[in-house]
């Protein structure tokens, strides 16, 4: 390195934050505390979550379905015969 490239960086710290590596502080309450998607409503339908949470919850799993059930917007897959035109 030059000389003139030293004297530009004497005013740079090279040493990392204290913080830089420290774990992350837990989120105050109320944040991050977003309600996870109901995987058996029809806007939020996914069936590999359905099928963890029948394997890993199936209480939790049975609410989710009956809470879809009741709003009305229980959704499946779209099978049935295709269309040709």
Known sequence: MSENQNQNLSGISLQPSPGAFAPPSPTPAGEGDLPKPNPFR???WNLTAQMRLLRDDPKKARRLKA???ADGEVAGPK???????
């Open 79 to 85: 099978v049935g015969r295709p269309k040709f035109y």
């Open 42 to 44: 029809s806007r939020t």
């Open 67 to 69: 809470e879809a059930e």
